[in-house]
């Protein structure tokens, strides 16, 4: 197991949970509706992809070491960073050319899936 990986998933889970709150409670009257939605929407993928890590920690274990997904596992967290942390921003300053970093967060989510399964399927069981 990576505990490295399934360490920083918890974390980034710990803080989807507290920053949703902090969005249904601390949010709901300050935020236009649009706005709201991007913030719960960062929320959702970083829930999303806080699972990814956690999950991909738990297939080092039966998996050979995998420079595949190791980078993978920093990938997802550079997605969570970029993609979640922008819609953030983005909804809490109205900042709109932030934006333009979303779809950065979004690539690193689909390369880092990509090489988890790619790691996965070209992996023999660990003895």
Known sequence: MNTKFVAIGSICAFLSVALGAFGAHLLEDRLSPD???????????????????IALGIAAAFLPSSGKLSA????????IVLFSGSLYVLSLTGV??????????????????????????TGKKAQ
Request: net charge neutral; aromatic share 12%.
């Open 96 to 121: 709109r050319v932030l934006g333009a970093i979303t779809p950065l967060g979004g690539v690193a989510f689909l390369i880092s899936w990509g090489l988890f399964a790619t790691a996965v399927l």
């Open 72 to 79: 993978a596992g920093w990938l997802m967290l550079a997605g």
């Open 35 to 53: 706005m709201l939605a991007v913030y719960e929407t960062g929320v959702q993928y970083q829930m999303m992809h806080s699972l990814g890590l």
